[in-house]
């Protein structure tokens, strides 16, 4: 499950060796922000709780024994994190989408989407892009819990069945149907504006 | 095959995860029935839409962030301030020559009480004579 490398990097963790924790923080932070944005729809939620979830990593790293790999289980914290922030704001009525507006500001030109050198879409295609993605956005946040979890995982983080269903700790034909419902719920949300 | 069959298996197809005969037999349901080859358009093209997502850069000073909760929360235990060999000895050696001057001094103190209470006449052991206890009265 677990690689030479991962394993070095588990043992300098639980020594509490110099510079671990920040190699590992290096190597999963995207990944873990982007998984808790897209559950989220809040950039400032999703900051504080990933930092929050490689705070848990810390704490809890004595008990990682590598029946996963280390991604694994760090989306696994992340999740369980994002399931309880969204039980403590939906009582505290405090959550909404307004930080999606930001979009503009705060993509990442390197991935998804990105112009190809020498095909830099003029504006108003950029306008329409930005459109989409916010209209998918919001369809994703108007998914259930755990249709949006599984479909995020699979779709957005490109994760494994296996690896989801350690996440997610459900049995394969549960994540798999999970998954088809979400992706036929997002197509009956979009269509209206893809045909 | 019918229309929910088909519409079922959307997932599986896009995933490449049906066997052969299975994709056969949607793709000829797909050819011959109009609305459900509409709906796999759209299917389809929502995946497109969902897979070119942009990926976001974390936010910056994510490490600095999460070290400094940690410290706070153990009051300094973790990521406190790591002194480096050289300033350790230095600190050691600074309260080596402390003590070793702390202890001379107190030594030092010592002889000079002794030596005065050695140099006292009165103290010296001598019983005075008569004629000094006279010279000491007049």
Known sequence: MVG?????????????????????????????????????????????????????????????????????WIYRIASNHCINRKKYLARRRHYDSKSFSDLED??????????????????????????????????ISGLDEEHRLVLVLRDIQN??????????DVPAGTVKSRLHRARMALKEKLAQHLR | ???????????????????SSEVEELESH??????????????????????GLHRFAAPGGMT?????????????RFFGE??????????????LILLFMLAYLLMTEVTEITVLEEDDPIT???????QERDAGAR
């Open chain 2, 64 to 76: 600095e962030a999460v070290e400094q909760k940690i410290k706070r929360r153990s009051k300094g």
């Open chain 2, 1 to 19: 095959m019918d229309h929910d069959r088909a519409r079922e298996l959307f997932t599986a197809y896009h995933d490449e995860e049906l066997s």
């Open chain 2, 82 to 95: 790591q002194r480096s060999f050289s300033t350790q000895f230095a600190i050691v050696s600074f309260i």
């Open chain 2, 30 to 51: 797909l050819a011959a029935c109009k609305e459900c080859s509409e709906e796999w358009d759209t299917y389809r093209r929502t995946m497109e839409e969902i897979s």
């Open chain 1, 106 to 139: 705060r993509v990442q030109p390197a991935q998804g989407k990105s112009p190809i050198s020498g095909q830099v879409p003029r504006p108003d295609e950029m306008a329409e892009g930005f459109q989409m993605e916010r209209l998918v956005q919001e369809a």
């Open chain 1, 4 to 72: 030479n490398a991962e394993k070095r990097l588990v043992r300098k963790l639980k020594a509490r060796a110099p510079g671990a924790f920040e190699s590992l923080i290096e190597n999963h932070q995207s990944s873990v922000f982007n998984l808790l944005y897209r559950m989220l729809s809040n950039r400032e939620e999703a900051e504080d709780l990933a930092q929050e979830v490689f705070i848990t990593v810390f704490k809890q790293i004595e008990s990682f024994r590598g029946d996963s790999s280390l991604a694994t």
């Open chain 1, 159 to 168: 994760l494994s069945y296996e690896e989801i269903e350690k996440i997610v």
């Open chain 2, 124 to 130: 010296d052991g001598k019983t005075p004579t008569a």
